[in-house]
Nanobody, 119 residues
Framework: QVQLVESGGGLVQAGGSLRLSCAAS????????MGWFRQAPGKEREFVAS????????YAADSVKGRFTISRDNAKNTVYLQMNSLKPEDTAVYYC????????????WGQGTQVTVSS
């Protein structure tokens, strides 16, 4: 069983930056693809970015490409989301998720961290 704990959320002005962290425990971190998702009020949860177990390959939603960067440190069991040039529409609860190698969908989720971008 993997536990995920996000941190780093907060209130920032438009154009600012935040770095989210997600610390994992209870499993072999390098066995998991990691992802970030977000959910804004009244909207469905959406994919933000993901990274393979090795960290060599990353994916990002079109809405955040060029602004957000996902990375991981397997020695620290932590995945990061560096968010630059933040926009008010980035306001949401951000969730970290882990997907086992043998799973087709993310099967572990964190509790979420609030990101609020003021205009």
């Amino acid at each position: 069983q993997v536990q995920l704990v996000e941190s780093g959320g907060g209130l920032v002005q438009a154009g600012g930056s935040l770095r989210l962290s997600c610390a994992a425990s209870g499993g072999t971190f390098s066995n998991y693809r990691m992802g970030w998702f977000r959910q804004a009020p009244g909207k469905e949860r959406e994919f933000v970015a993901s990274i393979t177990w090795s960290g060599r390959t990353t994916y990002a939603a079109d809405s955040v490409k060029g602004r957000f960067t996902i990375s991981r440190d397997n020695a620290k069991n932590t995945v990061y989301l560096q968010m630059n040039s933040l926009k008010p529409e980035d306001t949401a609860v951000y969730y970290c998720a882990a997907r086992s190698i043998d799973m087709s969908d993310y099967n572990y989720w964190g509790q979420g961290t609030q990101v609020t971008v003021s205009s």
